[in-house]
């Protein structure tokens, strides 16, 4: 996960909600395309939804039920702001606790 620009999207948080919970977005689809990969279950390179990674994951009972509903979570928030226009404080902090829970 080298080069992905979390750290970044933690900054954005205090001026710019709605770009940090794209980040933050971003940072779950790699997590979940480095953790489909080190299982076994997708080849490197190919491109799957981020919610087909996860129900890959979770078919495989590679996910608990408290890490699926974090994606999940990272998930929807980023698609709020991404297409819907989210730009909320709130939702950003709680989303971006997530990841160092």
Sequence with gaps: MAGHDWPHGRDLFLHRPQPALLKLRQFGELLAQELTASFGLRDVGTSESQLDLLKRLDQAG??????????????????????GGLDDHRTALENLKLPAS
């Design 62 to 83: 590679a996910l608990t039920v408290d890490i699926k509903q974090l994606f999940h979570k990272l998930r929807k928030a980023g698609n709020a702001a991404s297409h």
